[in-house]
């Protein structure tokens, strides 16, 4: 079961002016981290060995808005090279750019590392509340429900494994507090979609990946 920690350490606060607002009103920034601890157990003995493919971004239904926050590199960029290409790692979040017709996010990937601890910062001009979304997924972790043989007998190319996990829950820009991260659903082994599936019977390891989440401001 993931572990979510949510801190309020004193606000750092970034105010600028406006261009458009004549009466130069101050508005806030909002810096704020999100720690991921994975769990080693869950991955390393997959047949890759290797941690998950990770992606966390927000999003914020008025106005319609799409935030990255941090995506592995071979995900975030599509590099593949020397590996299995894996289009169904992170469909979700590939979804969701798509959604938002969102450009270039070199600036927001990295490796995952290999000490299972990852901490990524961010400064976003909000107001409100916003949706944060965490998708995870290691490759090639087999099980019986999501082996490598489909029902039809048709081969997991890709060595996808249990299909990619999504957690979400708010960021509040106003109160500087964030909820605990719910795991809301997941994606499908086989095919790129871009809904999530939320009966997650059958997903074993998987559910482990993550062992802890921190979000601090």
């Not at 801190?7 to 720690?35: G, R």
């Not at 601890?117 to 090639?140: C, D, H, M, P, T």
């Not at 939320?198 to 401001?217: R, S």
Request: aromatic fraction near 12%.
């Amino acid at each position: 079961m993931v572990r979510i920690i949510i801190l309020l350490i004193i606000p750092f606060l970034a105010f600028f002016c406006s261009d458009n607002d004549s009466s130069l009103q101050k508005q806030e920034k909002a810096v704020f981290s999100i720690q991921i601890i994975l769990d080693s157990a869950a991955y390393k003995y997959t047949n890759f060995g290797e941690p998950p493919q990770l992606a966390v971004w927000i999003e914020n239904q008025t106005p319609n808005d799409f935030y990255p926050v941090w995506v592995t590199h071979r995900a975030g960029n599509n590099d593949w090279i020397g590996k299995i290409e894996c289009p169904v790692a992170l469909p979700f979040w590939e979804s969701r750019k798509l959604h938002y017709k969102a450009k270039s996010i070199d600036i927001v990937t990295g490796a995952t590392p290999k000490d299972g601890s990852l901490s990524v910062s961010s400064a976003k001009q909000g107001s409100g509340r916003w949706n944060y979304f965490i998708e995870v997924n290691a490759s090639a972790d087999y099980n019986k429900t999501f082996s490598y043989w489909s029902v039809n007998k048709s081969p997991d190319s890709e060595g996808n494994g249990q299909p990619s996990l999504v957690y979400m829950g708010y960021i509040d820009f106003e109160l500087k507090t964030a909820s605990p991260a719910k795991l809301i659903g997941r994606t499908a082994q086989f095919n790129v979609q871009d809904s999530l599936i939320t009966n997650i019977d059958g997903i074993t390891t998987a559910k482990d990946l993550i062992k802890e989440i921190t979000i601090t401001f």
